[in-house]
């Protein structure tokens, strides 16, 4: 069992054997080495354990969010994207999708249950922003994922789409990637070409029928000029709910794209429904 008791406060239990841990991993990737993190609880495993993926470029982690998740007893595991802070190879949005893949395998191997206390019946995602969009994808390509939180979503796929002929969403896409590219090992030309090659594949309503039943909660910010709500997260969530299949739940938060001035609000709405999931 998992509880919210302790997401804002230090747990008075001390388990001197088994305390909190942060690890650091050098995962391989099909493109070099990932830069990852894995930050355990106290107590003996197997505990619950969450893929907890970043936003674009980086510089916003959600580790506030993953600490918390530790404190009520989650494994908790991020990484570096390929080209990004310091992992390596080339960056682009499917292979972002790729090292999600690794990093679920990473968690389900034997050996590695073993080591690190995960819970193999238990494998949760959470991501906001570019990390809702990784998340939500590895959830509908992946088995094995008993369910996931999603954050203010940005739908690259879509939003591209969009900016073809929308004036506001090509300004959208512009400010984001002109504000991430120079911490990502690609250029603007490279990543235009990826989003036109792709966009189609990249969108998640062309995976909405594989969410569908999936366990699912989809958080957005009610005055996000970034993920729009009607155009990414709500919009998402409005697809694959008309499917019919339940297991899909939505709210919003009044705040902006990063819930900047509701962190405490989203972290415990998040906790809430990954404690649930588990739970359950």
Not at 191 to 219: M, P, Q, W
């Amino acid at each position: 069992m998992v509880s919210t008791r302790y997401l804002f406060e230090d747990n008075p239990v001390q388990d001197l054997k088994n305390p909190p841990q942060e690890i650091e991993i050098l995962l391989e990737g099909n493109r070099g080495t990932l830069l990852t993190m894995l930050f355990t609880p106290q107590g003996a495993g197997p505990h619950p354990t969450i893929l907890l993926f970043h936003g674009f470029p980086g510089n916003e982690q959600m580790l506030d969010a993953g600490y918390a998740f530790r404190r009520i007893g989650f494994n908790v595991i991020t990484l570096h994207y390929s080209g990004c802070y310091g992992s390596e190879g080339h960056y682009s949005l499917m292979n972002d999708l790729d090292d999600a893949k690794t990093l679920l395998a990473f968690v389900k191997d034997g050996e590695n249950r073993e080591k690190y206390g995960f819970d193999p019946d238990n494998i949760l995602l959470f991501g906001q922003s570019l990390g809702g969009f990784v998340s939500l994808h590895t959830l509908a390509d992946s088995e094995g994922i008993k369910g996931a939180v999603v954050a203010s979503p940005f739908d690259f796929g879509r939003m591209y789409r969009l900016s073809k002929t929308d004036g506001r969403a090509n300004h959208i896409m512009y400010d984001i990637i002109d504000d991430g590219i120079d911490w990502i090992n690609t250029s603007r030309e490279e990543f235009y070409n990826e989003l036109e090659r792709d966009y189609r594949e990249l969108e998640i309503e062309s995976k909405a029928e594989r969410l569908a039943g999936r366990t699912l909660s989809v958080i957005c910010s009610s005055y996000d000029t970034i993920a729009v709500p009607e155009e990414n997260g709500k919009y998402i969530y409005d697809r694959v709910n008309e499917l019919g299949k339940g297991g899909i739940d939505y709210m919003e938060i009044p705040s902006t794209h990063n819930f900047s001035d509701r962190r405490c609000t989203l972290i415990r709405e998040s906790a809430e429904r990954l404690c649930r999931i588990v739970n359950s």
